[in-house]
Structures are given as structure tokens and as C-alpha cells.
């Protein structure tokens, strides 16, 4: 008896609603446009932040990750043009490291010369020498293409191989395979034993991933040491500048994800020890994770205003126009009155016109807002995103609720209509 | 035996400090199968008198009863319900609901009642038949002629077999030959057995109706 009720009245509100398409259609505007924005809102930002957090899950989420940095400039480093400006981290605190936080398990140093030529016969490419250990691929998730890593023997015998990276692959061996083959970087010449696979381009925050993306050349970080020394030389505007740097970077990993904030703790106590000047930075790809965690947090509450505020809009474009409706179906309402309907039936009558027209809209905005993304946005603006079931369905239930809600006052202004009254309106 | 009937009935309106006296006390029985004129000078309390047999409007004072029920105190929803059971509307402009086609029209009493879509489509069906608009049964009322909307008007009072059909001047919009054949059909409802009343100017009516009550302001001045 009531699916029986629900259904007449339904389609009694269905067929109100036929008889002016356009005028409901641009009634639900609000509506439509409402949901479909927070929708397409939500699926960038999803996409956006799931791109954000795998790039620093590449880093590691295991990883602390030590770099050297170039102490900023003060009175007493001023004086440093005629010595060599020393700074970053040493050798010293990697074995510091490894005594006093015996459970971290893995330390990559590295070192970097940047800005060195790389040649094979006449093609030659700027690029970044690095000095590594054998397990750098396993701690900095890398793959090789082609050949082999760096081994504990290349670093013992201080063998003069290198591993390439895929841009500089590209460059110098636009038809030939690298392997075997010999790159001159500096001075020395290296014989090619591997190829790095790329990486994603790096995220912008601090650059926590810049190195992948560039030119790059790997040699064991014992050659490097024989070949270049601790100073570097380097002409720069007309003048010597020679800079010591034993290691550009370290590499922490921690055993467990749970120990990763107590072992960066440690590592950053190690480092204040040993350094007077704030020569170094910490970068905890785990902390990372979780501030980009709590961005996405925060944006989606910013949406969720936006929404919730475009959706009140709509609801008051409905009421609007159910007000109006109203009023020009009054001798209607005057008529069904004299013919027995009560005032609940009048209520119920227009309530479910207001709840159908934002429910309409609401499935309207949601198949735009599942369509949208992927076919306009992912497609014509190259960004990532991903449509998830949850904005969908509540901004439906929203929809409906706002029917509902901006539905009651319209629906007892017609209900409350004197009979005679109505029935003598023009 | 009279199945309604009405006892000192008084309306007055409120309009600020103004009181109008529609009703100034009407005593009146109705009887099963009565055809009722109810004739007078315009602003003499006839539609208000209507209004109130058609539970559209409660009395300031005085009783009206519906069979046993005095129906002068009565809810929005009781009356609502009397309304919808027991009483048939003739308009003056016929009233139709205009998105509405013919037979749909004829309907909405019994969508009201709660009575199933298939039933009610039939009965419609037959109602528009019997006024003579079988083939009009899919129309809008604005493709009709005055007297064919009335007819449909007609044949709406009648869906819900009321106890009383109340015409509030069911030929004041029509010429007099329409208006004729308007007249023709309630008097062959009220062969069948139907209680009538009818608000008319018309002194035609009269010989038609069993009874003629005249009213002169809000009251009763005579009954024949
Ligand atoms: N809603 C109302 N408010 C105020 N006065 C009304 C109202 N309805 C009717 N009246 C007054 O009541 C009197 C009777 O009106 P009515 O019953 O319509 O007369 P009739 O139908 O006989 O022409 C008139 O004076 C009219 O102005
Ligand atoms: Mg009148």
C-alpha cells in the first residue's frame, strides 16, 4: 500500500516536472554544476596526491636522507676565496652513524662532482659524476636496464667502470649499446658495466629527488676519491674556488617503518655534534608522506566548504523557483483541496517535485562528475586523477537532502493556502 | 429523511475592524434525492452557504450535520476527508486542472481515496462516457468548449458517488443553449437518485428543481 502511494506520487511529481523540461533542468543547475565540481575537485586533488606520495615513496619511506649543503654565508666564510671552503657531511659521520645507531642497517655515502664533462669520441654531455656504494640500487629503489651495479670488488680495486643513466644513454649512445664501451668523465676513463632505468620526474618539494632525472654517471665512491681528491677545483667568475666536500649525501635506512622518526632523531643529534655549521639537511621521506598526507586533509575540508556552500546556492535556486511554482499553481492546490486532498498530500505532492528536481540534479552532476575527469581533465590538461566512490555518493545524499530541506517551505506554503482563497485566484 | 442538516448557521468575515455578515443564522434540512435551487441577489450569502455544505469553510456559530456527524467542528484533515467521500464540486469555471487531460481530471477525487490507478482509469472512462466525451477522454481541458469542460466538472463530482453534488452557478459561464444541455444533465443525475443544490440566477432552473430556497442578505427569505 505505501510502495503503492510512493509510486503515484513519484510519478505524479514526475510527469509536473516533464511538462517544464528546461525550466526544471535550469532549476537544477545549481545542483548539477555543484556536484560535479566537487567531484572533479576531488578526483584532481586524489590524483595530484597519489602521484605526490608515490614519488616519495620512490625515495623510500624507510629512508632518512643526509645531504651536504652549502652553510649560507657569513663574515667568517668570507675570507674563504683563498682557502678551500670546506662543509658537508664526512666520512666521519657515516662511521659515527653506523657505531651509534647500530640498527639502522644500510648507509649509502655518495659524493658528486657536478658539472664534468662526459665523453665518448666527439659527443660530449655536462653531467654529475657520483661516487656510490655497491647497495646504492637497493636503498634508492633503483633498476638497472642493462649490465650490472657497482661491486664490493669495483670498490676494493678501485676499478674505473661506471654505470650510466638513461638520459645519458640517450645522448651518447643514440645507436650503440653502452655496455663495454669507455666514457671519459674528467681525466679518467671509465668502462661502462650497467644502465639505470629513469625515474619519475622529481617532486617539487625540496628536491628530495632531484638526482634520476639529470645526467648522471656512477663510479665507486673509493675511485672517485683517488681521482678527484677531497678538493675540488672550479673557475668561477674569473676566480679559483676550491670547495671540500667528502660526501654529498648519506643514506639512512631504518629497519622498520616504526623506527624511522626515533632514528632520524638520533642521526640529527650525530650530525649536530660533529658540524658547528648547519652544513647538511635531514630529508625523512616518511615525514614527507605524512605532511603531503595532511595537505590532502586540509584541501579536501577547503572542498568540502566549496561544496557545501555551491549546494546551499542550489538549494535556494530551487526554493526560488518552488515559491514561484507555487504560487502559479494556486488554484490548483484551491481545486485538489475541494476535490478531498489534505494538507499533508498537498505537502507531500510538492515536497517530492523538490526532492525528485535535486535528486535529478545530483545524478546529473555525479555522471558529469565520473565522465569529466578522465575524459577532459586527465585528457586535455595531462593531469592525474582519480574518481573515488565516496564524494559521489555523499554529494547524492547532500542533494537530496538539500530537496528536502529547501523543499519544506514552498511545500507548506501550499499546503496552507485557504481552499476558498486558492480556488478564487486567477 | 434528511441527510444534512443545518441549525442557526452564522459566517461573519473579518476584515480588520469590519465585520461582514455573510450568514446570519440559515436553518435547512436536506433530504436524500433533493434537487435544491438556491437563488438570490448577488453578495446574498449563496456561495458562502456552499462553501460551507462543501466542508470548504467552518461556521462562525451554529451546527451542520452529515448524516449524524456535526461536521461544523471538525479538523482540516476530518473535513478534508468528507470532502473527498462525500461531496461532489460543480464550479462556475469549471476548474479543471489544466496539465491534467480528461480523464485524469476526472481522477483526482479518486487518487484521493487511495483507490488503485487501473480501477480509477475505468472508472473515469465510464464517467467521461456517460457525459458524452468518450472520445475526448485524452484531451487537455483548454482543447474543450465551455460546456464540454463543464461536463467534465460533472462527471468529476460525480467519481467519488457523493452524498450531495453542490453547483455554485454551474451555467454562469455558459450561453443558454450549453447551459441547457448543462442543465439537462444534472437533472437526469438527479433521476438517478442524486442530491442536488444548485446556485443559479437562472428562473429556468426553478421549474426544474424540486425545491427553490431564496436567500437575501445571509438569510433565508424563502423556500418552496
Ligand atoms: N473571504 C471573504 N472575506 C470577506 N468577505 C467575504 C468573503 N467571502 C465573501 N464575503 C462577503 O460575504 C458576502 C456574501 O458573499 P457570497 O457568499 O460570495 O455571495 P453570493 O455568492 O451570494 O454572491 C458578501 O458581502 C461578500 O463580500
Ligand atoms: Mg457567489
Request: proline share 4%; with cysteine.
Amino acid at each position: 500500500m505505501l510502495g503503492f502511494r510512493v509510486q503515484r506520487t513519484v510519478s505524479m511529481g514526475l510527469k509536473s516536472l516533464w511538462l517544464h523540461k528546461l525550466r526544471a533542468v535550469l532549476t537544477a543547475l545549481g545542483i548539477i554544476l555543484g556536484v560535479t565540481s566537487v567531484i572533479v575537485m576531488l578526483a584532481v586533488g586524489e590524483g595530484a596526491s597519489q602521484a605526490v606520495q608515490a614519488q616519495i615513496r620512490q625515495l623510500g619511506s624507510n629512508n632518512i636522507i643526509l645531504r651536504s649543503k652549502k652553510p649560507p654565508e657569513d663574515s667568517s666564510t668570507a675570507s674563504a676565496t683563498t682557502f678551500a671552503l670546506s662543509y658537508g657531511l664526512k666520512y666521519l659521520d657515516a662511521e659515527r652513524i653506523k657505531a651509534t645507531v647500530p640498527q639502522a642497517d644500510v648507509i649509502v655515502p655518495a659524493r658528486h662532482i657536478d658539472s664534468e664533462y662526459i665523453v665518448r669520441y666527439h659527443h660530449r654531455v655536462s653531467g654529475t659524476v657520483v661516487g656510490t656504494v655497491p647497495w646504492y640500487t637497493e636503498v634508492a629503489k633503483r633498476t638497472l636496464s642493462q649490465g650490472r651495479f657497482l661491486t664490493s670488488l669495483d670498490m676494493h680495486r678501485r676499478a674505473t667502470v661506471c654505470v650510466l643513466n638513461g638520459p645519458i644513454v640517450r645522448k651518447l649512445f643514440p645507436f650503440h649499446d653502452p655496455l663495454g664501451a669507455v666514457v671519459k668523465a674528467g681525466s679518467s676513463d671509465y668502462r661502462v658495466v650497467g644502465v639505470l632505468e629513469g625515474r619519475n620526474a622529481a617532486p617539487g618539494a625540496n628536491g628530495a629527488a632531484s638526482e634520476g632525472s639529470g645526467v648522471e654517471i656512477y663510479v665507486p665512491i673509493t675511485t672517485l676519491q683517488s681521482r678527484y681528491g677531497d678538493t675540488i677545483f672550479k673557475r668561477r667568475s674569473g676566480q679559483f674556488q676550491a670547495t671540500q666536500v667528502e660526501l654529498h649525501r648519506i643514506i639512512v635506512r631504518s629497519p622498520s617503518l616504526d623506527e624511522v622518526v626515533p632514528i632520524s632523531k638520533a642521526v640529527e643529534q650525530i650530525l649536530a655534534y660533529g658540524h658547528t655549521k648547519q652544513d647538511y639537511e635531514v630529508v625523512v621521506p616518511l615525514q614527507l608522506l605524512e605532511s603531503a598526507e595532511e595537505t590532502k586533509r586540509l584541501t579536501n575540508l577547503l572542498l568540502g566548504s566549496i561544496a557545501a556552500i555551491s549546494l546551499l546556492v542550489g538549494g535556494i535556486g530551487i526554493m526560488n523557483i518552488m515559491l514561484a511554482t507555487v504560487t502559479e499553481r494556486t488554484r490548483e492546490i484551491g481545486i485538489r483541496r475541494a476535490l478531498g486532498a489534505r494538507r499533508t498530500d498537498i505537502i507531500v505532492q510538492f515536497l517530492t517535485e523538490t526532492i525528485l528536481l535535486a535528486a535529478g540534479g545530483g545524478l546529473l552532476g555525479v555522471a558529469l562528475g565520473v565522465v569529466l575527469p578522465h575524459h577532459v581533465v586527465t585528457r586535455f590538461f595531462d593531469a592525474p586523477t582519480i574518481v573515488t566512490a565516496r564524494p559521489c555518493i555523499l554529494a547524492f545524499s547532500v542533494s537530496v537532502g538539500v530537496g528536502l530541506i529547501f523543499g519544506i517551505y514552498p511545500a507548506y506554503r501550499a499546503a496552507t493556502m485557504d481552499p476558498i482563497e486558492a480556488l478564487r485566484h486567477e | 429523511m434528511a441527510i444534512a442538516q443545518v441549525v442557526d448557521l452564522v459566517k461573519t468575515y473579518r476584515m480588520g475592524a469590519v465585520e461582514v455578515h455573510a450568514l446570519r443564522g440559515v436553518d435547512l434540512a436536506i433530504n436524500e434525492g433533493d434537487y435544491m435551487a438556491i437563488m438570490g441577489p448577488s453578495g446574498s450569502g449563496k456561495s458562502t452557504f456552499l462553501n460551507l455544505l462543501g466542508c470548504l469553510d467552518t461556521p462562525t456559530r451554529g451546527s451542520y450535520f452529515l448524516g449524524e456527524q456535526d461536521v461544523a467542528r471538525l479538523s482540516d484533515a476530518q473535513l478534508s476527508h468528507i470532502r473527498c467521500h462525500r461531496i461532489g464540486f460543480i464550479f462556475q469555471s469549471y476548474n479543471l486542472i489544466q496539465q491534467l487531460s480528461v480523464v485524469e481530471n476526472i481522477e483526482v477525487p479518486l487518487y484521493y481515496q487511495g483507490r488503485s490507478a487501473h480501477e480509477s482509469r475505468l472508472r473515469a472512462t465510464a464517467l467521461a462516457e456517460q457525459v458524452g466525451l468518450a472520445d475526448r477522454a485524452t484531451h487537455r481541458p483548454h482543447e474543450l468548449s465551455g460546456g464540454q469542460q463543464q461536463r467534465v466538472a460533472i462527471a468529476r463530482a460525480m467519481a467519488n458517488d457523493p452524498f450531495i453534488i453542490l453547483a455554485d452557478e454551474p451555467t454562469g459561464n455558459l450561453d443558454s443553449a450549453t447551459g441547457t444541455e448543462i442543465l439537462a444533465l444534472l437533472d437526469s443525475l438527479s433521476q438517478q437518485g442524486k442530491t442536488i443544490i444548485t446556485v443559479t440566477h437562472d428562473e429556468h432552473v426553478a421549474t426544474s428543481a424540486h425545491r427553490v430556497v431564496r436567500f437575501g442578505d445571509g438569510r433565508i427569505v424563502s423556500d418552496t
